[in-house]
């Protein structure tokens, strides 16, 4: 069975860090795009970052760059993201997901169109 199971969120103050996992079960992540999404309360989900080893590309939405970092383990067929220096605006459920078609990661964040996707996972930054 195809899943993908997002953990790591929570509550965290302004300033803070959480490390978003993803870990894939029924296929491996090798050469395939990862890609983390959000929606925020009454907002669009959004992509914000991707990593595509096909196409060899990584991509941040502008306003995470410097603060997020996207990962990958192999071993673990598990992705992650680093989140620093969180803000209030940061404040969403984070998806994660993946595709294997190999097309460039800014044309995945932009369109949201991925073939598997988890659950989410709920980080709320809130002092």
């Known amino acids: 069975q195809v899943q993908l199971v997002e953990s790591g969120g929570g509550l965290v103050q302004p300033g803070g860090s959480l490390r978003l996992s993803c870990a894939a079960s029924?296929?491996?992540?090798?050469?395939?795009?990862i890609g983390w999404f959000r929606q925020a309360p009454g907002k669009e989900r959004e992509g914000v970052s991707c990593f595509s080893s096909s196409v060899g590309n990584t991509h941040y939405l502008d306003s995470v760059k410097g603060r997020f970092t996207i990962s990958r383990d192999n071993a673990k067929n598990t992705v992650y993201l680093q989140m620093n220096n969180l803000k209030p605006e940061d404040t969403a459920v984070y998806y994660c997901a993946t595709d294997s078609r190999g097309y460039d990661c800014s044309w995945y964040l932009a369109t949201k169109d991925m073939n598997y996707w988890g659950k989410g996972t709920l980080v709320t930054v809130s002092s």
């Open positions: 029924g296929f491996t992540l090798d050469y395939r795009a």
